[in-house]
Each structure stands twice: as structure tokens, then as C-alpha cells.
């Protein structure tokens, strides 16, 4: 940090650093001497990264794109086989005749990162999905549990009631916080 401070000032050296106050010295921050150059500037811009990460921390935790080709293969296989169930979510019966939301979702996969193979483990597993409560248990956690959601989100964009109930069902049943819920409506639903 003080190398970018000598950067901004112009200067080769940084000064010794400020002696500690004194005890019978005031602590507040408003009541304190102006210090050096330095400290004020390294101040401000602490305040500012902060600030800004305060108002972005929705962003900061929950990022803003999805990147199915960063997980690890485990993860991958876990995530296509949920997304072949939210895909028949709300769609009657399992008829494995490729409905439209089934070819929507695997447009929006392969836009997001993933593989043919990936694609292919997802078309499969239409023919045979697993059991709901299979597929939620192999999402749990905080790298897939949000994902599982946004791909609930993304099955149901053009469904019904039932797919929104499936999506609300998803994100309760992983427990996931409300405002990684309200950050993915937000992002994921048209």
C-alpha cells in the first residue's frame, strides 16, 4: 500500500511511520491531529474499497455469471442430472420426447460453460432422471446449491405456477439465504 502512496505523491522514501498516541490522547478518529499525507490517503481509500464492497456484496457472493466448466467433474455430473430434473419439473408426465423447456435448458447450459459430454450426461439423464430428493442431495452445499437454484429459475422461465413453485421448493429445500434468492430472481428470471 505505501508503494501506491509513493506512486500518488511522487516520492522515492516513505517517512517513518506516525509514533502512537499517547494514552491520555483522544482514540476517536474526529478528534484526532491531522496525520500525514500518507495515512490520510491510506484511510480513504480503505473507506472506499470498503464502500464498495459493501454495495456490491450481493455481487461479491453471489457472482453475476455462470461458469459450468469451473467445477470439478463430480460437481458437473451433479449439476447436469439436477438440471435434467428441474428441466421435467412441472411438465406432465417424464415423456422423453424432448420438450421445449428440456431444449431451452440445454441452449442455456451450453451457453454457460458446458461440455458435449456434460450436454450428453443431460440429455440421458432426461430418459432416466433420478428421484428429486436424490438430485437435491447431491446439489447441497455453497458452490452448487446456488447454481441448482438458478438452473431451477432458468427451466421455469416460461412454465407455470408449477415451475415456480418447483424453483421455491429448491431454494428452500437447500436452505439457501434470501438474498442469494432475490439476487438470482433478479439475474436468472425474464
Do not use: C
Not at 60 to 66: D, E, H, K, N
Not at 135 to 161: C, E, H, I, S
Amino acid at each position: 500500500m505505501s508503494g501506491l502512496i509513493d506512486r500518488l505523491l511522487g516520492r522515492g522514501a516513505v517517512p517513518p511511520a506516525v509514533a502512537a498516541p499517547e494514552p491520555d490522547e483522544p482514540r476517536d478518529r474526529r478528534d484526532r491531529l491531522p496525520g500525514s499525507a500518507e495515512s490520510q490517503i491510506e484511510e480513504r481509500i480503505g473507506e472506499k474499497v470498503l464502500h464498495g464492497w459493501l454495495q456490491n456484496r450481493q455481487q461479491t457472493l453471489m457472482p453475476l455469471s455462470v461458469n459450468l466448466g469451473r467445477l470439478a467433474p463430480g460437481d458437473r455430473v451433479a449439476a447436469m442430472r439436477f438440471a435434467a430434473v428441474a428441466a421435467l419439473a412441472g411438465q406432465p408426465g417424464r415423456e422423453v420426447d424432448r420438450p421445449a423447456a428440456a431444449a431451452a435448458l440445454e441452449t442455456w447450459l451450453a451457453s454457460v460453460g458446458a461440455s458435449e459430454d456434460a450436454l450428453a450426461l443431460y440429455r440421458s439423464t432426461l430418459a432416466h432422471p433420478p428421484a428429486l430428493h436424490e438430485a437435491l442431495a447431491a446439489v447441497r452445499g455453497p458452490a452448487l446449491g446456488p447454481l441448482a437454484f438458478v438452473t431451477a429459475l432458468v427451466a421455469g422461465r416460461d412454465g407455470d405456477a408449477a415451475s415456480r413453485a418447483f424453483a421455491d421448493y429448491v431454494a428452500a429445500s437447500l436452505a439457501l439465504p434470501s438474498t442469494a434468492v432475490r439476487s438470482a430472481e433478479r439475474r436468472f428470471r425474464f
